[in-house]
């Protein structure tokens, strides 16, 4: 069982969701009851995400011996904190409304296009980046 | 359908009168005919009776010779015979029983005809009588008659006179036209075979056209087709005997025509018959003149001359006899009495060298220097001591005035121009009013004719003919008027035929008759025509119409538009059909949105079921890391054996959701695509990477080999999870050691991707399902790999969402590659893609299709075999369709059609064996 696998194929799954929320949201296609659900397990599965990584990820790159690798991940860390918190309030402040408000909101839009901005550039810097440096230093096959 | 039978019952009426014309035509003629032998043979008689002036009544009764001349065959059964005026009684007969009783006696036995002898009868003076009547023949038939009765103006020595009667049957004379109220009435009947099969056929395709009329028919509109085929046949053959009674009226008037000209070479004959006989008359008066024979004797010329004029005056005012000899026994001419000029030269005519070798009467025909004369010579004997010869003569063209009479015919007479002298003959016709000319013609000259005109069938090509007994030639056509020109060869006395008589018969009323029955013909049937064919358009629109709607509604059905009615309102079948149709559309139109309801719930089902499901897997291996990975405390062997079996199962649990995820996302179009710019040759080379690390202890070995591949708009995601599937499944059914190639290129518009291995390979059965959800092409090795079951028909959506195509070709033991195309073009708007249904079924119904559109109503019995021996798969099917060929059921053309057919069907792949 290998953490980084997992990683990515939730990335995959986390920006499949925004990328389908989005374009239901500009094309106007999508029914109320698939974008509320479809923002309710993009939340989870970010929630479960971001904790994974929190537990399994950062923790591993806090006991590394590496110095580089310590350093890198409390880094990481504290940027993935500043960006879980946009998304979550981003998640809090929406669900709860009528989608037909929210189709209308050029806010919704424009807070979602920039969730999505974040959470993008966060992805590819955690695969190019942070996943191999944990890969060098400290996977353990489970 | 009245016009119909009132044209059809006019084409009758019109042949049948047409016949009754043409035969009342001919009846005319015969009679004509009749009344001239009647003429002819009085004229015979009167020269007998002034030749023998001093027989009496009972000398002419005892007179061998004189009942030769008195009853005389007329027709082929007729007869002419003698009733003394005076007396009533029938002196001359050829009937012994009838020969010598009286008038009155007969008159009550044989009232019909003796009716028409009365008028002659009691006639004073004496009067002609004619009549048509009925009578029985010896065969018992009835047939029709005509008598004519001719008061004959000399008399006997006892002052009795004579009228002769000529009688016979007229159709004696009108063979031909018997012969063409024959054909009329084959014509007639064929033409009512013709109809009555036609009305059967049209009847027959009314009433059970429509039952047996396929669909496939009545998609293709053929009905009204055939209808119009129909009426185009009725046209065709009323055309046909429209243009069959004008060729047999042609032939009727070319036949009236030919009768003509053979009555006109009849005549002629009778008359060379009769002329001869008058001639020889005249020589016997000759010859018993026994004063005249003392002045031939004394050989003076002069006196002789002088005085046989008185003679030879009376016989030319009295007989037209225009020549008259003395020939010495040397052949001598001693005396012309008809120019007393010309004497001294040498005779030599067939009929005196005849004469002269026979010491009997000689007679013909004969060409002189300038025209045709006829000819009887004698010997001249006194006391039994031949003392030269006598000669009396006749020009032809007498003749030809006698014969044309007053009818409307023309008579001209052709002979070869080096059978005369030019110069004689232009004197000649100088002398005699001949107003032809040397060079009216080539190669002839008209030497004698009742008419100047010189017609253009006068030409050497018809003179051939007419010596070849050809008697009607053609229609000539002379300023306004139309001639039937034809003709018969002038035999002379040594039976040459060194001439031609030409017979013009004036038709143009006759032929202008003709036109004017053709023009109503075809005005009829033109009329007829055009009724024919607007009740043609409008029955055949009546018909085809709601049919026409009825399979436009049906095809719109067919392509699931279930909405579709039809409006029929015919009052008949149609209508009902019409009515049935909409209900049924009714019916499947509810089908369909139940059926619509059920998909749609069925998808959602999949979609909120799986979303549900999936929800919770991320948490749950997140937690599953974390307890692996000792997070939450250290673990012994036992605890993290049984979590690597959890974590395991769970990883299989969450693929089967994603893949299902993915299945609903594609049946509902709602595949997400991430389209970006790339080169697709890295992502191949990604995937290639990726298997590397797949089951390293098998130790494939994988190859790319990737073309020159453009920069295109796609999802790299989804091309790597095609890929990623497929090389997986090449990984996993390899053995160790073996090959995986990963393949791209160019092709067109779009980029051809291939995965091959060197496995165990797909039989063909396999192939065809091998792309349906859950499809377990081989039990056991599914089972030992684990697989979802999902993946090639997840690959299949994918491919197909973006209008690509997938395909297999596969050889046992040799190994499998899998064929995908990407245009390079990407979709955006994407489709909904059919994977949870069998793909059997569609493939089933594609062959049946083919087999019924190839083979006919056969294919569906054919497939039905090859259903229940379970053999449709794409070797059989092939070799089934090459025995066909061979065996000549279907043309190579249909076999390479059906064929390509099963190929599109299966694939173009090798097949398992």
Not at chain 1, 64 to 77: I, M
Not at chain 2, 483 to 490: H, N
Not at chain 2, 530 to 547: E, H, Q
């Amino acid at each position: 069982m290998k953490l980084i696998p997992q990683l990515k194929q939730e990335h995959v799954e986390i920006m499949r969701s925004f990328a389908s929320i989005k374009e239901g949201v500009v094309g106007g296609k999508v029914g109320d009851a698939d974008l509320i659900k479809e923002l309710r397990e993009l939340k989870n599965t970010l929630v479960a995400h971001l904790d994974l990584e929190d537990k399994m990820l950062y923790s591993a790159l806090a006991k590394s011996e590496t110095v580089e690798a310590k350093e890198l991940g409390e880094k990481y860390s504290v940027e993935m904190l500043g960006i879980s918190k946009i998304a979550l309030t981003f998640f809090e402040k929406y669900m709860s409304d009528a989608i037909a408000d929210l189709l209308k909101s050029a806010e919704f839009r424009k807070e979602l296009d920039g969730v999505i901005s974040a959470v993008t550039k966060r992805v590819e810097a955690e695969e190019t980046i942070l996943y191999p440096v944990y890969e060098k230093c400290c996977e353990v096959s489970i | 359908m009245k016009n119909f039978w009132f044209v059809v019952i006019a084409i009758f009426l019109f042949g049948f009168v047409s016949s009754a014309i043409g035969s009342e035509s001919l009846s005319s003629s015969a009679s004509d005919s009749i009344t001239q032998r009647a003429f002819d043979i009085s004229k015979q008689i009167e020269i007998y009776l002034s030749s023998n002036s001093d027989m009496t009544l009972e000398d002419l009764k005892n007179s061998e010779e004189f009942g030769d001349i008195a009853v005389q065959t007329v027709g082929y059964t007729g007869y002419t015979y003698l009733i003394v005026k005076e007396t009533g009684i029938l002196e001359f007969h050829p009937d012994s029983d009838i020969r010598g009783g009286s008038y009155n006696n007969f008159k009550n036995e044989f009232p019909v005809i003796w009716n028409i002898i009365d008028s002659t009868v009691e006639s004073e003076p004496c009067e002609d009588s004619s009549g048509f009547y009925e009578w029985r023949d010896l065969e018992n038939n009835i047939r029709e008659k005509y008598t004519y009765h001719h008061c004959i103006e000399a008399q006997t020595a006892d002052r009795y006179t004579f009228f002769i009667g000529a009688s016979t049957y007229l159709d004696e004379y009108d063979e031909v036209v018997s012969g063409n109220d024959y054909l009329f009435y084959i014509l007639g009947v064929s033409i009512l075979i013709i109809f009555v099969l036609l009305f059967v056929l049209l009847f027959n395709f009314w009433k059970g056209g429509g039952e047996n009329a396929s669909s496939g028919e009545v998609a293709s509109g053929k009905i009204s087709h055939k209808f119009m085929v129909i009426l185009g046949i009725i046209f065709i053959i009323i055309f046909i005997i429209g243009s069959l009674i004008v060729y047999f009226q042609n032939q009727v008037l070319e036949n009236q025509a030919a009768t003509n000209i053979n009555e006109v070479q009849k005549d002629f004959a009778d008359l060379e018959e009769s002329s001869i006989r008058t001639l020889s008359a005249a020589l016997e008066v000759v010859l018993q003149d026994d004063e005249m024979k003392q002045v031939y004797l004394e050989k003076d010329r002069k006196k002789l001359f002088d005085y046989g004029q008185p003679l030879f005056q009376n016989l030319k005012d009295k007989y037209d006899i225009t020549h008259f000899y003395f020939i010495e026994t040397s052949g001598v001419n001693f005396v012309r009495l008809h120019n007393e000029k010309v004497f001294g030269d040498k005779i030599n005519r067939i009929t005196f060298l005849e004469a002269k070798e026979t010491g009997a009467i000689a007679s013909g025909i004969e060409l002189g220097k300038t025209a045709y004369a006829l000819r009887v010579v004698s010997p001249y004997y006194d006391n039994g001591e031949l003392i030269g010869y006598v000669e009396l003569g006749q020009e032809i063209n007498q003749f030809l005035d006698i014969i044309r009479g007053e009818e409307n015919k023309e008579l001209s007479v052709l002979v070869k121009k080096n059978f005369l002298d030019e110069e004689s003959w232009s004197e000649y016709s100088e002398n005699n009013g001949i107003r032809n000319n040397w060079n009216d013609l080539d190669g002839y000259v008209i030497i004698d004719a009742t008419s100047e005109e010189v017609l253009p069938c006068f030409s050497s090509e018809n003179v051939n003919l007419i010596l070849n007994d050809a008697n009607f030639i053609d229609y000539s056509n002379l300023d306004s008027e139309t001639f039937a020109c034809g003709g018969f060869p002038l035999i002379d006395a040594s039976g040459k035929k060194s001439g031609v008589v030409f017979s013009l018969n004036d038709v143009t009323e006759q032929y202008e008759a003709m036109g004017k029955i053709r023009m109503v013909i075809f005005s009829i049937l033109t009329i007829f025509s055009m009724i024919l064919i607007f009740i043609g358009l409008y029955v055949a629109r009546k018909i085809s119409r709601p049919i026409v709607e009825l399979n436009l509604a049906a095809e719109k059905i067919g392509k699931k538009n279930f909405k579709t009615r039809v409006n029929i309102r015919t009052g008949d079948e149609l209508e009902v059909l019409g009515h049935t149709f909409n209900e049924t559309a009714r019916v499947l139109d509810g089908m369909d949105k139940e059926h619509k309801q059920l998909e749609k719930a069925k998808t959602e089902f999949l979609s909120i079921t799986s979303h549900e499901l999936r929800s919770p897997m991320t948490p749950m291996q997140a937690q599953l890391q974390m307890l692996a990975g000792e997070y939450y405390g250290k673990l012994n062997v036992k605890q993290k054996n049984s979590l690597d079996i959890v974590a395991r199962n769970t990883k299989r649990l969450d693929s089967i959701i994603v893949d299902f995820l993915e299945i609903s996302r594609i049946e509902a179009a709602r595949l997400k695509f991430r389209f970006a710019k790339g080169d697709p040759a890295k992502c191949v080379r990604n995937i290639a990477s990726e298997m590397v690390g797949l089951m390293p202890e098998k130790k494939i070995k994988i190859t790319t080999k990737i073309g020159k591949l453009p920069v295109i708009e796609y999802d790299s995601d989804r091309l790597g999870q095609v890929l990623r599937n497929l090389a997986n499944n090449a990984v996993k059914f390899s053995k160790a050691g073996d090959k995986v190639s990963i393949a791209a290129s160019l092709k067109g518009s779009f980029i051809l991707f291939s995965v091959t291995d060197q496995g165990i390979g797909i039989s063909a059965e396999d192939q065809i399902r091998l792309f349906e959800p859950f499809y377990q092409a081989e039990q056991t090795i599914y089972r030992e790999h684990q697989g979802t079951g999902l993946g090639l028909a997840i690959v299949r959506g994918i491919v197909e969402s973006q209008n690509g195509k997938v395909w297999i070709e596969s050889k046992k033991d040799v190994g499998t590659t899998f064929y995908f195309t990407l245009p390079l073009k990407p979709v955006r708007n994407i489709r909904p893609i059919k994977l949870l249904f069998s793909k059997k079924e569609g493939i089933d119904k594609k062959i049946k299709n083919l087999f019924s559109e190839v083979l006919g109503p056969m294919g569906t019995q054919e497939f039905a075999g090859f259903e229940q021996k379970k053999q449709l798969n794409k070797k059989s099917l092939i070799s089934y369709i090459e025995n066909l060929v061979k065996k000549g059921i279907v043309t190579e053309e249909n076999g390479e059609v059906f064929k390509a057919g099963i190929l599109g069907i299966f694939g173009r792949g090798e097949m398992k064996k």
